[in-house]
């Protein structure tokens, strides 16, 4: 495919489709351009309206890098990303559009909090870790199951995930009401009161006693699940059998048949895992940050997560970094106004992504036109 | 609690739908899935809601609606059809960026009240005893624009030319293509088509039926229930109007549901306890995923399904 | 019709046509010309750049150089309706006809006439005259996917001659045929030839070539080896080198060798296909070690279902056992234990992941068991050495180990699937149309390895279009038709015509 200026400008555009193989670089700088495409064209519709984007991008850094406290609002504010978006990417590998994450994240919440608030276990006698680690163990329980449904659905009736997912999501959120709401609330508020200290991830402003530069300081220990699954990922797709089986399916599902390899099963499983990632990023949110359940314990980490796995192009360590952009984009975003712009700067971010991705199929070259094409 | 409310809320919100719905039964006709409905249906809504606003005409607003649909779905053909970008995601980036889009561009238009698209009834057959009334009086105009939408379009699907054309290029590009037929014109065609349709879909909210806006919770999920529809419909127009009549009368349903102290002489249990209205309030989207398996496995009794190329994007010529 | 005036323009002149491929040069300075009322055969091996160049001719592709006569004067094609709009069509090898639409509908695709309204019984009624007139044979309310290969064939040839095609290209028609189609369709070539049409006819089969063409061109990797010449004098031979470029010795290596106990045996096996019809009926035979079965027939009969059913990848009903253990139902994890070997007819479908490496690719029927994993782990060190040394030992032609499988040949592809398939040193090979689409050296190649399995006391149950492949290596033969095994007989005793006749139905046969 040409096309040709050529009457007037001796060069033409020769697009071609790639048979080479494709620097590694390519895809991070292509991804690494997108998101400064992206900033540009907000700060042009900033313009537009009005705005000063200047300054509101100079607010934006200062709010999110500007103090170690913006900072650790930023790991804060990235920990529910990079679970979640661990647990997408994974379930992409396998094209399974898991767009439920943020249902899965409230059943997980929901899940950990049944702990403080029945309460499943004596809250003054049972020490920290444990009942930490069951809220932990159910949050992942809960995602999970949640997982499960879609998953199901997908295995054994080739229901669409991705409608499913999403058709999910608003169940969730209104099943985690309806017990706030009737059960668990002081006389019917929109959040249930606050857990005790005991149910609490610890912080870094809790050791403020002996190093005074941790007061205020609100990074919880979730962040460490993150970074702990971010590994154990890793080594599932690049080291072992059930990665290798993945990735197959995710190629070609029909060669993976042939391998012998139970498509089925696997959608289940990966579709559980995914869950149990966003489940257990609800619980390190309740646990971790707001200390209670409530109505709304998202920002849309559910959907946000969904990108930041797209852009770091499903690679477990490119997460890590994409989240804690996306982590100081939200903590940054509280300052912008109007609100919508940070849904618009995601999506915008997303879409210049995936049309920059023809650049690693097609090679585009300026090429000299031969003279007879000059007619 | 009456049957002849519930059918006239049904065919009011139903007709959002299967606007919708067929728009994008259009596009995935030739080939092209397009998931971003809710994005140009909240961004037509606002369009719609302000252009009204602003210029005092809702005729205006409408058109105005349509425009960003379309405008947008422009967006997702260029990157899907040319670019040969992954559809489902890129379908998923237009959702956020169309949403994101609306609020930004709709801030400060919540609680204020612009004009609307109005109400009419048609002179002879509003007269028919009982149907008339249902059907045929004091419903908005773009009911009756449904109506006519339905059978046209499945008219023109089947029983013309450009429909062929359209799903021969959803059902085997390369032989559209081979015989002279520009896919790509096709595709974008149907996709801008199926993207105005979704901004139509929203304008009818908010200068229409659910008249006011109300940031995202304008749509609050109808342009997925819109996919879903596509796929119980079997991308047959007749049933996704059929399909969205019967989602609106069961809102209103429910909506009544929790209205009465007794139903049919037993004690309302939505009334003693209102926080049982949230599993109430689940109900389309678990209706939603019911409708999907059911159609999924219709379809494969009677061996119909999806357009033979959906979602896969079309070289010219591809050697293997 | 001979051409004796000079003065007579040719019906189709192609001079110097250049056009490059990512990677390859299709077509090298051809030229190529198809005078008035001719049957011209191009002739070449798979890849030669004989497909290429007529789809340059319909107005698929665009040549980067080079010029085309139609009829003495200049033409530049845009795009395919520009040919059909100077009266070239091109049937191709691979139908581009809709499914779910009707003969009628899919032969007035793109037409003007009718212009909005379909009101289709009226040009049901022109679509069976016009293949009256040329006896073609066919159904214009019929939907495309109820039609047999052959009938969808004549769809082809009648949306051509319905937009008044006077120069038709025929890509590798009788690829799909039995003889006797093939027979009727060179009667109708010769017919339409008769009536004043020039036809091309694209093939890599020498001996069809022969019956029918008046003069033919040979490519050989994108240049002209023989241009235009006539038919007297040519053997088998001197076309074989013209398509090669060597002396190719006809000659397998097939020994005698004693078929030892039964490794395969199919007891009363019955299956339906994709659209839920009845793809086997009732099957049944038996396959012992060191034997080579041929299955004969036309496209669409069952053999691929056949292949599935025994490698676990479709229902079936009956048995299947695979040394004598029941593989019918199981995962093909059962047969793949058995020691079953696939090579499945569709490469990129089923056969390999196109968007993983090579050692990806070779390691999927042994990445669970030692020494490649470990429990839960893998060793990518064990498999790349797994995978180099194959890829040395099969002399795969790739770039790297870790070379994406989409970007390799389709003869390379190929030796990717038998090195794995084959290293396993299989009890039984399930091989479906192994050497399709495939060049001479290629598939003496993987002709010779089938051999050599054989010796090694595997059973082979060989699946295959061409004929004259199955008669060289099978040790017996049996034809499907319509899901059901129409006879089974020691090579030594099979004929082609008796063969052609089970094929089509028109004979049945008992054991």
Not at chain 2, 239 to 248: I, N, P, T
Request: charged share 15%; hydrophobic share 50%.
């Amino acid at each position: 495919m040409s096309f040709s200026f050529a009457r007037f400008i001796p060069y033409k555009l020769h697009i071609q489709k790639r048979t080479d193989e494709v620097s590694r670089w390519l895809p991070l700088a292509t991804s690494v351009g997108a998101i400064v495409l992206a900033f540009l064209i907000s700060a042009l519709i900033l313009l537009l309206i009005g705005g000063d984007p200047i300054r509101t991008f100079g607010y934006f850094f200062n709010a999110a890098f500007g103090s170690w406290g913006a900072l650790s609002d930023v790991v804060v504010k990235a920990t529910p990303l990079l679970l979640i978006g661990l647990g997408c990417g994974l379930a992409f590998r396998m094209r399974l559009w898991n767009i439920g994450a943020e249902g899965q994240f409230y059943i997980g919440a929901f899940f950990a909090s049944l702990v403080p608030l029945v309460p499943l276990v004596n809250m003054e006698t049972t020490p920290k870790f444990v009942i930490l680690l069951i809220m932990g163990l159910l949050g992942m329980l809960g995602g999970g199951l949640y997982g499960l449904i879609p998953g199901w659905l997908k295995a054994k009736f080739q229901v669409s995930e991705i409608i499913s997912t999403l058709m999910l999501n608003y169940v969730a959120v209104f099943f985690n009401n309806y017990w706030i709401y009737s059960k668990f609330s002081d006389a019917g508020f929109q959040m249930t009161p606050m857990f005790p200290k005991s149910a609490w991830l610890p912080r870094l402003a809790d050791y403020a006693r002996q190093v005074k530069a941790f007061s205020g300081i609100t990074l919880h220990l979730g962040v460490v699940f993150g970074l702990v699954a971010a590994v154990i990922i890793w080594v599932i797709i690049t080291r072992s059998r059930w990665g290798y089986e993945i990735n197959l399916i995710g190629d070609n599902p029909q060669a993976a048949r042939y391998a012998g390899i139970d498509i089925s099963r696997n959608i289940i499983l990966v579709f559980m895992l995914s869950g149990a990632l966003a489940g257990l990023a609800g619980m390190s949110e309740v646990s971790g940050v707001v200390h209670r359940l409530q109505e709304r314990i998202s920002t849309n980490y559910g959907f946000s997560g969904v990108i930041v796995a797209w852009l770091s192009k499903l690679n477990p360590f490119a997460t890590i970094l994409v989240s804690f952009l996306f982590g100081a984009l939200i903590v940054a975003g509280r300052e912008i106004q109007p609100s919508g712009l940070y849904f618009f700067i995601q999506g915008m971010i997303l879409f210049l992504v995936i049309s920059s991705d023809v650049l690693l199929h097609y090679k585009i070259e300026l090429v000299r036109a031969a003279p007879e094409e000059r007619k | 609690m009456s049957l002849e409310i519930i059918l006239r809320s049904g065919l009011s919100t139903g007709t959002i739908l299967l606007f919708a719905a067929i728009g994008e039964i259009l596009t995935e006709l030739s080939g092209v899935q397009n998931l971003g409905v809710e994005g140009m249906m909240l961004l037509g809504a606002m369009a719609a809601f302000k252009t009204s606003l602003l210029t005092g005409s809702p005729w205006l607003g409408l058109l105005a609606g349509i425009a960003a649909g379309g405008l947008l779905s422009l967006a997702h053909a260029l990157v899907t059809i040319h670019f040969q970008a992954d559809q489902v995601v890129s379908g998923l980036s237009l959702t956020f960026l169309g949403t994101g889009l609306a609020l930004v561009l709709g801030e400060g238009l919540s609680g204020q009240n612009a004009p609307l698209i109005p109400n009419a009834s048609i002179p002879l057959l509003s007269n028919i005893p009982i149907l008339g009334r249902v059907f045929f009086s004091d419903l908005n105009v773009l009911v009756f624009l449904g109506y006519l939408l339905i059978p046209f379009s499945w008219w023109y699907i089947n029983k013309t030319r450009p429909g062929m054309h359209l799903r021969a290029v959803g059902e085997k590009p390369a032989a559209a293509d081979s015989l002279g037929i520009n896919v790509y014109g096709v595709r974008y065609l149907y996709t801008f088509v199926g993207g105005c349709l979704a901004g139509l879909a929203g304008a009818s909210i908010s200068i229409a039926i659910s008249p006011g806006w109300y940031s995202n919770l304008t749509t609050s999920g109808q342009g997925w229930i819109a996919v879903a529809l596509v796929i119980f419909a079997q991308w047959n127009p007749l049933r996704a109007a059929l399909g969205g009549y019967l989602f609106g009368m069961l809102r209103r349903f429910m909506l009544d549901l929790q209205g009465p102290m007794l139903i049919f002489g037993l004690r309302n249990p939505f009334f003693y306890n209102h926080n049982l209205v949230f599993f109430l309030q689940m109900m389309p989207f678990l209706l939603t995923i019911i409708a999907l398996v059911w159609g999924s496995a219709s379809a494969r009794r009677q061996r119909i399904g999806a357009p033979g190329a959906l979602a896969v994007p079309y070289i010219r010529g591809e050697r293997r | 019709m001979t051409i004796t005036s000079k003065e007579q323009t040719n019906a189709v002149e192609m001079r110097d046509i250049v056009l490059r491929f990512p990677g390859v040069l299709a077509n090298d300075h051809v030229n190529f010309t198809l005078r008035r009322g001719e049957i011209h055969a191009l002739l070449g091996e798979n890849g030669a750049g004989k497909s290429t160049l007529m789809n340059i001719l319909a107005g698929i592709y665009k040549p980067e150089s080079g010029t085309i006569l139609v009829n003495g004067e200049r033409a530049v094609f845009n795009s395919p309706k520009d040919a059909i709009n100077r009266g070239i069509g091109m049937v191709h090898q691979h139908f581009m006809l809709v499914p779910t639409q009707t003969v009628t509908e899919n032969i007035l695709l793109g037409l003007n006439d009718p212009g909005f309204i379909m009101h289709l019984p009226r040009y049901d009624q022109k679509v069976a005259d016009l293949a009256e007139k040329y006896g073609l044979k066919v159904q214009p309310t019929a939907k495309i996917w109820q039609l047999s290969v052959g009938e969808q064939q004549r769809v082809e040839i009648l949306k051509t001659l319905y937009r008044g095609a006077e120069i038709l290209i025929l890509d590798e028609p009788t690829a799909v045929l039995a003889p006797q189609e093939i027979q009727e369709l060179m009667e109708t070539m010769r017919l339409m030839v008769q009536q004043g049409k020039s036809i091309v006819f694209i093939s890599h089969k020498l001996n069809e070539v022969k019956r029918v063409a008046d003069r033919l061109t040979v490519l050989r990797k994108g240049k002209v080896t023989a241009d235009g010449i006539g038919l007297e004098n040519i053997t088998k031979e001197t076309l074989a080198e013209l398509m090669v470029g060597r002396k190719v010795l006809f000659q397998l290596n097939k020994n005698p060798h004693a078929p030892g106990d039964v490794v395969l045996d199919v007891q009363n096996v019955s299956a339906l296909n994709n659209r839920g019809l009845p793809a086997l009926k009732n099957v049944s035979f038996q396959l012992r070690k060191g034997e080579i079965l041929g299955i004969a027939g036309i496209a669409g009969n069952g053999q691929s279902e056949l292949a599935e059913v025994i490698t676990g990848l479709r229902a079936c009903q009956g048995n299947i056992l695979v040394n004598c253990k029941q593989v019918a139902n199981q995962s093909p994890k059962r047969a793949i234990e058995q020691g079953t070997a696939h090579i499945p007819e569709d490469r990129t479908g089923v056969g390999t992941a196109p968007g993983m490496a090579l050692t990806g690719n070779m390691i999927m029927k042994s990445y669970d068991h030692a020494p490649i994993s470990q429990k839960w782990r893998i060793s990518y060190t064990a498999a790349r050495e797994f995978a180099s040394n194959l890829k040395e030992k099969y002399n795969i032609q790739a770039p790297s180990l870790s070379t994406q499988v989409n970007k390799l040949s389709g003869g390379n592809l190929q030796k990717v699937i038998l090195a794995r398939e084959i290293s396993c040193g299989p009890t039984l090979i399930v091989a479906v149309q192994p050497t399709r689409g495939l060049d001479v050296g290629a598939i003496e190649g993987i002709q010779n390895l089938l051999l050599e399995q054989r010796e090694k006391d595997a059973a082979v149950l060989l699946i295959s279009e061409e004929l004259d492949e199955l008669l060289d290596l099978s040790d017996r033969i049996a034809v499907i038709f319509e899901g059901e095994l129409a006879g089974i007989f020691p090579t030594e005793e099979a004929d082609v015509k008796t063969i052609g006749l089970l094929m089509t139905g028109e004979l049945r046969r008992q054991e």
